[in-house]
């Protein structure tokens, strides 16, 4: 069971905009800043989002983040088929340990 | 270009300790900028961090792991290594290791990562 909570999947057409949310409480998402990451099956994560809304250098711009109060959001405009992949939300939890979502499967249809 | 590259054994038996470590390329992990931190996916599920060290020497562990785990730097060879001891089949997990980029406290993010290495407890 994982501290945050994703949907276990999402689907759209190429083109789409698609979300996908990530719920918390006030001692992670709701006090800290959010990140995700993309895992295509067999490979590491790779970093998409950090501090909420902010992209690594080499992350198109069809992804975005946003946060308000204990959720957050990920949004991938210009849906694209190598967007096929598993999402993670993370966050810093006050517990003293960072958590993660339990995954978001994409599936570009 | 940043690079981190797990090695180790691949099958423990019950009861031992897994040992691993990461060699890092690109950068010193000396810098006293990042977090070097290790993180674990049990098989077909979600992510688990385990823990960090610092240039420092200081360390900080998933308070879940805390009393089984230990993560240390040897900047003489740019490596960083974790030890989990008394492991049982639950630790059967991949094992990344990742650079944590945080600037503040409690944003930890990790912007690399190594591919992973699938770990096995089993006798």
């Known amino acids: 069971q994982s501290v945050l909570t994703q949907p276990p999947s999402a689907s759209g057409t190429p083109g789409q905009r698609v979300t996908i949310s990530c719920s918390g409480s006030?001692?992670?998402?709701?006090?800290?800043?959010v990140h995700w990451y993309q895992q295509i099956p067999g490979t590491a994560p790779k970093l998409l989002i950090y501090?909420?809304?902010q992209r690594p250098s080499g992350v198109p711009d069809r992804f975005s983040g946003s946060k308000s109060g204990t959720s957050a959001s990920l949004a991938i405009s210009g849906l694209r088929s190598e967007d096929e992949a598993d999402y993670f939300c993370a966050a810093w939890d006050d517990s003293l340990s960072a958590v993660f979502g339990g995954g978001t499967k994409l599936t570009v249809l | 270009q940043v690079q981190l590259q797990e090695s180790g054994p691949g099958l423990v038996k019950p009861s031992q300790t897994l040992s691993l470590t990461c060699t890092v390329s690109?950068?010193?992990?000396?810098?006293?900028?990042?977090?070097w931190t290790w993180i674990r996916q049990h098989p077909g599920k979600g992510l688990e961090w385990i823990g960090y060290a610092y240039f420092s020497g200081s360390t900080y562990y998933n308070p879940s792991l805390k009393s089984r785990v230990a993560i240390s730097l040897d900047t003489s060879k740019n490596q960083f290594s974790l030890k989990l001891s008394s492991v049982t089949a639950a630790d059967t997990a991949v094992y990344y290791c990742?650079?944590?980029?945080?600037?503040?406290?409690?944003?930890?993010?990790?912007?690399?990562w190594g591919q992973g290495t699938l770990v096995t407890v089993s006798s």
């Open positions: 690109g950068g010193s992990i000396n810098s006293g900028v990042y977090y």
């Open positions: 501090s909420n809304n």
């Open positions: 990742a650079r944590d980029s945080a600037t503040q406290t409690k944003q930890n993010f990790f912007d690399y």
């Open positions: 006030s001692s992670n998402i709701g006090s800290n800043y």
